[in-house]
């Protein structure tokens, strides 16, 4: 079983940045893809970012490509989300997830863990 724990949320203007982290308990991180997705007020939970088991293999949604990039590291048990040129739209909350899987991928039900979301406000 894995926990994960978000931080790094806030308020930031548009064209701002902010570094997401997610920091995973147990010894067993590397047997995970990680992915980050948001969720705005009245909408679903939206794919944002992906991430393989050894980091090797990354994925981002549209949305995002040349914003936003993901990493981790295995050694620290932590995956981290960079955005860069925000905008409004980008103000949700923001869950890191754990799949069971080696490759990265959207498809919310493959996640098995999520953690309790970071909240990220972009104004105007």
């Known amino acids: 079983q894995v926990q994960l724990v978000e931080s790094g949320g806030g308020l930031v203007q548009a064209g701002g940045s902010l570094r997401l982290s997610c920091a995973a308990s147990?010894?067993?991180?590397?047997?995970?893809?990680m992915g980050w997705f948001r969720q705005a007020p009245g909408k679903e939970r939206d794919f944002v970012a992906g991430?393989?088991?050894?980091?090797?293999?990354?994925m981002l949604a549209d949305s995002v490509k040349g914003r936003f990039t993901i990493s981790r590291n295995n050694a620290k048990n932590t995956v981290i989300l960079q955005m860069n040129s925000l905008t409004p739209d980008d103000t949700a909350v923001y869950y890191c997830?754990?799949?069971?899987?080696?490759?990265?991928?959207?498809?919310?039900?493959?996640?098995?863990?999520w953690g309790q979301g970071t909240q990220v406000t972009v104004s105007s």
């Open positions: 991430i393989s088991r050894q980091g090797t293999s990354t």
């Open positions: 997830a754990a799949a069971s899987r080696t490759w990265p991928t959207n498809d919310r039900p493959e996640y098995d863990y």
């Open positions: 147990g010894r067993t991180f590397s047997r995970y893809a």
